[in-house]
């Protein structure tokens, strides 16, 4: 038998984060592409952000022929790539945009783009080298890498002030602390200890 869950983070009702999110508005529009495999992992961060920001929305699916059409906004891809220009030009522009965010392991997101050529053919922007994620029940595949709500914080940040959406942070790392205190100290410190 399932515990009963709070309908809109998806929590456990005793772990609610829901009193911790955040109502932040940004300029920048948010769409989270998330790849199916994740909407029921226990450290959905995609979910978290896209109830944080109000000018966000999480889509799952593999396959996204109908995103929004908006000639106001260029949309820009929150992945690396060869061309990727840096957060730091973008926000020179100082022109709204679309963020569009894939959501997944690696392997997933880059399955995402495999799946959506028109996803993998707009221009991308990449997070500056040498973030550290405070993703610590999670093994980054390469340095630098973040979980998905770490990522939209940092690309926010720098296109619209630094700062102004670490609110985001906040039911984040209860999640985590809570995932921590539930597996116990000692189980956390043999596999997650020495990172």
Known sequence: MSR????????????????L??????????????????TGH????????????TNAELRTGELFEDLPADERLESYLLFPGERAVSLGQLAEKGEPL???VPDGTWRK???????????ASLPRVALPEGLTSRYRLRKAPMPG?????????VALNTLEGNGRFDAL?????????????AMGAEVFQRNHGSR
């Open 169 to 181: 942070l906040r039911p984040f790392e209860a999640l985590v602390e809570g995932q921590i205190a």
């Open 98 to 100: 679309r963020l569009i």
């Open 145 to 153: 890498a973040l979980s998905t709500l770490e990522a939209i914080v």
């Open 109 to 119: 997101a880059r399955k995402l783009l495999h799946l959506n050529p028109h996803l």
């Open 42 to 53: 226990a450290l959905n961060t995609a979910r978290l952000a896209a109830l944080g920001l």
């Open 4 to 19: 009963p869950q709070c309908p809109r983070c998806q929590r456990p009702l005793s772990h609610c984060l829901c009193a």
């Open 21 to 38: 999110i955040p109502s932040l508005a940004s300029t920048t529009a948010v769409l989270i592409l998330q790849h199916p495999s994740e």
